[in-house]
């Protein structure tokens, strides 16, 4: 493999004040870049802005221009190619104050942009229904971690398009803490609740749902000290064994969204955060399926107790048949197992 065009060019934004959010590169070598641009905290908040970046292959030039939704605070979106001429960005936004940014999201964004000169920006806004907002707001020990920054919480990991320009998006809130004392090194991965939300050709949002969900993985490691120095030792293993089990794969089937994850097994078909309970080890562990339709509801289904059968579900390990359903990797002790869910059609 060889590269077909590389450059570096230089932006004006020093590197403490400017963070990338997301990336992407087309078929005729175009690069586009999505950033936020730092302003301080709480009034200097008004000096942020989420800049999109386009350059020309081979080229050293490059067009800078500003997203925006009047009055509100962007720090989470994803960008990606829809057609060669167009590109789609989405994401989450809350208020803007004279004292800051609010906590929390207020609601969800799509804009369609021209690639060439990032012209002509298509914006549509959607606020989150306050039920269903309420129904993942954190409670407990883990609304002061998720409650601070909730809108850089969520990760998008799904933008799915169709040809006539309509889609769906699926984010999921994550988070990775870092613990140590003398002796360990210990990383906990959380995988919790998830934002879907559908949107038509002409990019409305049409729906929005959330489903509650909690996962969580710890991996603790040791640590050696010289002195000053300390050795943390961390392998390639250990890192995937925080996304093991976590997290999820998704598939649309006429219309129907399917998800299928990792739930504990006394979560049923719980629909609110107070009634979830932490998914963490394979004897409280369900292998389950939401399907989401297309007026936004869903429902879940249990695919197998882990504790009854002695299996986890392996999520980073299964994956989608399109128009089919998934095939499935579950751990039995050092054994992997494997099997197909066909979803209804």
């Not at 960005?89 to 809350?94: A, C, E, L, R, S």
């Not at 804009?111 to 549509?124: A, K, R, Y």
């Not at 976590?246 to 998800?259: Q, R």
């Not at 059968?309 to 989608?320: A, G, R």
Request: charge should be neutral; proline fraction near 3%.
């Amino acid at each position: 493999m060889s590269p077909v065009t590389s450059y570096q060019t230089t932006i004006p934004y020093e590197e403490q004040d400017f963070a990338v959010l997301s990336l992407a590169v087309d078929s005729k070598g175009r690069a586009l870049m999505l950033g936020v641009v730092r302003g301080g905290t709480g009034k200097r908040l008004q000096q942020y802005s989420t800049r999109m970046f386009s350059f020309a292959a081979g080229a050293k030039k490059y067009d800078d221009k500003e997203l925006k939704i009047e009055g509100k605070y962007i720090s989470n979106a994803y960008i990606r190619f829809a057609t060669d001429e167009k590109l789609m960005i989405t994401g989450f936004y809350n208020a803007m104050s004279d004292k800051g940014k609010n906590e929390g999201i207020e609601g969800a964004f799509i804009s369609t942009v021209i690639v060439e000169g990032l012209d002509n920006p298509d914006l549509h806004v959607q606020k989150i229904d306050p039920i269903v907002k309420a129904s993942i707001t954190p409670q407990g020990g883990l609304a002061k971690m998720f409650n601070l920054d909730e809108l850089n919480a969520y990760f998008i990991r799904t933008i799915a398009l169709h040809p006539d320009g309509s889609g769906y998006v699926i984010a999921e809130q994550r988070a990775i803490v870092v613990s140590e004392d003398e002796r360990t090194y210990t990383k906990t991965a959380y995988f919790n609740h998830m934002i879907v939300y559908r949107f038509d050709a002409n990019q409305e949002i049409t729906t929005m749902s959330a489903i509650p969900k909690e996962q969580v993985t710890s991996v603790t490691a040791p640590k050696i000290n010289l002195g000053i120095v300390s050795i943390r030792i961390w392998t390639g293993s250990m890192q995937r064994l925080l996304y093991k089990y976590n997290s999820y794969l998704d598939t649309e089937i006429n219309g129907d969204i399917y998800i299928m994850y990792n739930d504990h097994r006394d979560n049923g078909n719980a629909r609110t955060v107070k009634e979830v309970k932490t998914m963490s080890n394979k004897k409280n562990a369900n292998a389950v399926v939401v399907k989401v339709g297309t007026d936004g509801k869903w429902d879940k289904e249990t695919l197998f107790n882990g504790k009854d059968v002695d299996v986890i579900l392996e999520t980073s390990s299964s994956y989608v048949i399109p128009g089919v359903g998934f095939v499935l990797s579950a751990e039995r002790g050092k054994e992997l197992q494997y099997g197909k869910c066909t979803l209804n059609k």
